[in-house]
């Protein structure tokens, strides 16, 4: 997809899953390798936002946050500062399953809307959304002001939110979202990998 920039926030403690949920094996790769898999297609940049040399590896892009450890927006400010392009699809790290499709949807989706944001039932995930580089200075002053709460800013920005339950059928499968915070996550995750071959 023409310019669309997608950042992988990897910056968290991970302290849920005891160890790196990033670096987590799966197949004969990572996690975060899988994600990258997934969205290099629709991708014309990608690059993580994290503060460690664990992801050198990859051999991509690895920006550092200018707000040390105070979590996912943090990471939004990084990335929507450095991005190249307007629109930035932020996801995070702990999302292996989730499809190009989806992210593409919501792309073709924003419309002049500063955030297009996915929504499943009825709870906003903000961490798969489509983020304008334009609202930086917003992100930045409540990250300033020791505001961390991502849906904080949300009331300054103009919002869509677009709920899983509206997407096209081929894309509302609920293993798409599996989020790997914890072992018991990661173990469904390999079942469902075991499960496919
Ligand atoms: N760059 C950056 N990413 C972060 C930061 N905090 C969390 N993230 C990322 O944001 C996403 C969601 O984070 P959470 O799962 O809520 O938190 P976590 O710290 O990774 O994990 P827990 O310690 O188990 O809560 C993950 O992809 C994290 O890597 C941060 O301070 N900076």
Redo the contacts with the bound molecule.
Sequence with gaps: MQNLTVA??????????GRN??LLPLESKTIIEHLITNFQPIASELF????TSEYDFLGLPV???R??????????E??LRVATNEKVFI?????PLLPAGIPGHLAVNTGDFDVTVLAFKGKIEP?IGIYRKSIYPVVDQHLALKKNKIIEFYPQVKVKVINFEDLPANLQKEEYLL?V??PADYEKLLKIFISKE
Excluded: E, F
Excluded at 67 to 76: C, D, S, T, W
């Design positions: 992988i926030l990897a910056g968290g403690k991970s302290s849920r899953m949920k990033a993580i936002v994290a503060n920006y550092n946050d707000y040390p450890a105070q979590g996912p927006l943090a990471g939004i990084t990335a996801t995070a790290c702990d999302l961490l989020n915070n914890t």
